[in-house]
């Protein structure tokens, strides 16, 4: 009984906690969708994990600058005829061997062939935050305009929804004076009635479109379909034209984005991959260095005294070290090396043509970008001029109607005619809101 209390108390505390959660779940802003879609994007994630192979790639490649130390210890048994390797003598007998040694080497020159990799493995690595920093700049672009598109739907439905309760406003007047006998046109009623039907059929063409808007704006999220999830409207949002040529915000875009950047940065390492490519041409300097000793059971202390020289003083007796200094020098190696330098030019010509290309879409793209935001924007000023006359319009038309002097078919026009100006006036101004962001992507901020 006791526990059965602790829980309901429990529930009830919480309660008021989890219902704050819930209602903070079904409620998002634009700015929180973006971080949810930034946060759960797999694409981001797996920008960040080349981005980690590739700083572990420009460490390695600065500790290749490191000397190489190595040690080793053998243990072992030799059993039948065998080299006793302290005193050089052969023995025939089973005798218990052991060597030590450790050495080290350190490059002093090898055609500046690890200062190359170095510079081309820390312009990758740049590179590799360019892409991370794209693959998030995409994320957010997309979520904005599949945000807007829900406002766009939304307010949409709205509209849809009030042509509903005209219509039905109207019909239900019609069914009174249909009833009095009172109409003078008795299909006026059959008319408003099919327009009826007609809105109602819009209406949840309109509700499915916002639903189906919202689906894809949560699977940006990567999170699951909730048909409650509400999203808030943005304020302040003005349609404003762009200040710039397109020529102009294409050469903001060539310095601001991203994925620009990492195209012309992939070109650059690449360059320094030839030059490290060519530094295996060169002789090779390197210093060396090492230290040894050994042990054998078949060591023995004198021919007169057949006993065994203990472990620890063979290994210190038989002590040595040696150094020097190595230069290598390649002559002929299969033509390794000549191939390996022109797999590193053809790469480094992909490259550039990568980065060329880049810039050609990304010109393309903004000079389109740049052209539906101005015929959006021409659409939307003659459209503004459009819902004013078909409101006024049918404002005329509904008071004639009611008047009983204009038959329902003109009165339907009428309110055709302002039903679908006013759509489009909602669907125009979310187009500008849309290139808007688009040409705001491509200028390099993306303000919210």
Not at 98 to 114: H, M, R
Not at 131 to 150: G, S
Not at 275 to 282: Q, R
Request: aromatic share 8%; net charge positive.
């Amino acid at each position: 009984m006791r526990y059965f209390k602790i829980l309901l108390f429990s529930l009830i505390t919480l309660s008021p906690a989890l219902a704050h959660s819930q209602a903070v779940d079904t409620v998002l802003t634009l700015q929180r969708c973006i971080d949810i879609a930034v946060k759960n994007n797999l694409d981001v994630k797996q920008s960040e994990l080349k981005l980690q192979s590739a700083r572990v790639d420009k460490n390695q490649a600065k500790e290749n600058l490191l000397p190489s130390i190595n040690g080793q210890i053998d243990h072992g048994i030799n059993n039948g005829r065998s080299l006793n390797q302290v005193d050089y003598t052969y023995v025939n007998a089973s005798t218990k061997f052991a060597t030590y040694n450790a050495n080290a080497n350190l490059t002093l020159f090898s055609g500046l062939q690890n200062l190359n990799k170095i510079k081309q493995t820390s312009l990758a690595y740049k590179a590799g935050e360019m892409d991370l920093q794209q693959a998030k700049d995409l994320v957010t672009i997309n979520t904005i305009t599949a945000y807007l598109q829900v406002l766009n739907n939304t307010e949409a439905l709205s509209q849809v929804q009030n042509q509903v309760e005209v219509s039905k406003q109207q019909l239900d007047r019609l069914g009174i004076l249909e009833k009095q006998g009172a109409n003078k046109q008795p299909n006026d009623y059959y008319d408003v009635k099919g327009t009826y039907a007609d809105n109602q059929v819009t209406y949840v063409n309109a509700k499915a479109t916002l639903q189906t808007s919202k689906l894809n704006l949560l699977q940006i999220l990567n999170i699951p379909y909730r048909p409650e999830i509400r999203f808030e409207k943005i304020n302040g949002t003005e349609i404003l034209p762009q200040t710039g040529t397109s020529d102009e915000i294409y050469q903001t875009a060539l310095a601001q984005l991203a994925y620009v950047k990492a195209a012309t940065l992939r070109r650059q390492s690449a360059e320094k991959g030839v030059s490290a490519a060519k530094g295996a041409l060169s002789p090779t300097i390197s210093l060396f260095g090492g230290l040894n000793t050994t042990y054998s059971s078949a060591t023995k202390v004198s021919d007169t005294n057949p006993a065994t020289i203990p472990y620890r003083d063979q290994l210190n007796n038989n002590f040595n070290n040696n150094f020097g200094v190595t230069v290598r020098i390649p002559i002929l190696n299969y033509w390794q090396n000549r191939n390996k330098i022109t797999l590193a030019k053809i790469d480094l010509q992909n490259y550039k043509y990568i980065e060329e290309n880049t810039k050609i879409q990304l010109r393309q793209n903004v000079e389109q970008a740049f052209l539906n935001m101005s015929n959006a924007l021409e659409r939307y000023n003659a459209l503004q001029e459009q819902v004013k006359a078909y409101k006024e319009s049918f404002r005329i038309a509904e008071i004639r109607f009611n008047a009983g002097v204009l038959n329902s078919v003109e009165y339907v026009l009428a309110k055709n005619y302002m039903d679908r100006a006013n759509l489009n006036l909602i669907n125009a101004r979310y187009d500008c809101y849309i290139y808007n962001k688009i040409l705001d992507y491509y200028q390099g901020h993306l303000a919210l």
